[in-house]
């Protein structure tokens, strides 16, 4: 049977095997008989197999389904020297499934936290900027995450349209801060509302970066809903490779049902007619992002799937609406769960890469642990690995958040306090909501826009619905990859 022991992946590569023949003739430790197991210690049943994982470390192995009396002999204090090998304890207890009787996980859990939190504190995450570049659009679309988050803010305040000589500064001031940590790569990506209402500054921005740092490597991205997108652009984003980012909620109905321009008209025809510019240009898209809402759930299938592996997509990012899920029922979330999963199989089993949200606690208890120096938060903007600047000069983690961690007349102390409540709030010893879930840490408390905008809204109720969502997919997910295994 498979054991996941060399980097928690669950690649065929990585996997190497724990041999059942031995568990009767090792003999055990002295001091066997002082451990238990894991309060936290989670397990996914699928035919023969058992996939472990920890609530709080991760670190998933599947083993063979007679571990389950393996557990058993160890909760009920009678397992003798003939039950187990002295090896795969030492795996059962470097993984936290076993543990001593006196040992507090929380502790040792908020420790390793807190002495990672500290490079976020001293700037050292940061990778990524986000410009946002023009904080309007010409689209009206309901489910827009970023508009729902602007609503709980501040919607009519000024300068939505970011002028270059802020651009230039912004750009220069996060390359000091990567210069600082030893990085080379400017990571910058270009986005908010609909950047193309901006373009001269778009361009201006791109032309400058390469002009001032051609020294630096860089990966220029664009979130665009290609309304705007004319031959000159197309030509120039091909010219200086820039990657295009584009949203078509499904096929035809399913997008126009909550896709509009501002006029009530439909957008997937004008979608689909830009991507054919970008395409005669020999520069086609690698992949487009879909989101499922009350409105359109149900007519998202696997035949766009397969359309955009005809239109040549290596790359598909699905998600539900983060802000709304209230609107769908618990039974549909339930059949939604299923959908979401059986859509990723599809592009698992055609090679195009799934990525997005609501897989981001599978993929924390895959890939991330603590104990790998890795805090597997919800995403790279609660960890600050990304910043965010608007044309008001505010800084925040993420294009979406309302939680201002900066502006550019502020102290660094008052940045470090900001970023230290942002990360502290979410982990269990300060926050209690997450606590006995069974992918406590590696969903730390959802979205933080999520969580932003139901309390600004009085729409808490959509947080325990969120939970199901992420618990159910999170647990479909586990069972295929010990299919996969």
């Known amino acids: 049977m498979n054991s996941l022991i060399n980097d928690h992946s669950f690649e065929e590569e990585n996997v190497s095997t724990i041999n059942e023949e031995t568990l009767s003739n090792e003999k055990l430790i002295a001091w066997l008989d002082s451990l238990k197991v894991s309060d936290f210690l989670r397990i996914i049943e699928q035919w023969d197999d058992l996939l472990l994982y920890h609530t709080l470390f991760g670190m998933p192995i599947i083993v063979p389904k007679d571990f389950l009396e393996l557990i058993d002999l160890i909760k009920n204090n009678k397992l003798t020297e003939s039950d187990i090998s002295e090896e795969d304890l030492d ?36 990778e990524k900027l986000d410009l946002l570049i023009s904080e309007a659009c010409n689209f009206w679309c309901s489910h827009c995450i970023y508009f729902s988050s602007m609503d709980s803010w501040d919607s009519n305040r000024a300068n939505k349209i970011m002028k270059i000589e802020q651009a230039k500064n912004t750009v220069d001031e996060y390359v000091k801060i990567l210069n600082e940590n030893g990085k080379t790569l400017l990571n910058i990506h270009f986005w908010a509302a609909e950047p193309l209402l901006n373009w001269k500054t778009l361009k201006d921005i791109i032309l400058y970066i390469k002009n001032q740092y051609p020294n630096y490597e860089y990966k220029l991205s664009l979130n665009t809903n290609l309304s705007l997108l004319t031959q000159e652009m197309a030509e120039f984003f091909k010219e200086n490779r820039v990657e295009i980012n584009v949203s078509l909620d499904g096929n035809k109905e399913s997008n126009d049902s909550i896709r509009t321009l501002k006029n009530w008209k439909w957008t997937y025809d004008i979608i689909t007619e830009k991507m054919n510019i970008l395409k005669s240009i020999d520069y086609p898209l690698t992949g487009i992002s879909l989101i499922i809402t009350a409105k359109n759930y149900h007519l998202v299938d696997i035949e766009f799937v397969h359309w955009c ?24 979330i339930k059949w939604v769960s299923e959908k979401m999963v059986n859509l990723y199989k599809e592009c698992d089993k055609l090679g195009i890469e799934w990525f997005w949200t609501w897989i981001t606690p599978f993929l924390n208890i895959k890939h991330q642990s603590v104990l790998d120096w890795e805090i597997p938060y919800f995403c790279s903007a609660v960890k600050w690995k990304s910043i965010a600047v608007s044309g008001n000069w505010d800084t925040t983690t993420c294009s979406y958040t309302t939680t201002k961690i900066w502006k550019i007349d502020s102290i660094l102390f008052w940045v470090n306090s900001e970023i230290w409540k942002l990360i502290s709030s979410r982990t269990p010893w300060v926050n209690s909501f997450c606590n006995g879930c069974s992918i406590e840490w590696h969903c730390a408390w959802q979205c933080h826009a999520t969580r932003e905008v139901a309390q600004a809204k009085s729409n808490i109720e959509i947080l325990p619905k969120m939970c199901d969502f992420y618990r159910t997919t999170t647990k479909l997910l586990l069972e295929y990859e010990i299919i996969k295994s």
């Open 309 to 332: 592996k005809d239109m040549w997509f290596t790359s598909l990012a699905f998600d539900i609406d983060l802000l709304n899920a209230i609107s769908i029922e618990w039974v549909d």
């Open 91 to 126: 795996i059962f207890k470097q993984y936290y499934f076993i543990v001593p009787k006196w040992l507090d996980e929380r502790e040792v859990h908020a420790n390793l936290v807190k002495e990672e939190s500290n490079n976020a504190i001293q700037w050292k995450n940061i």
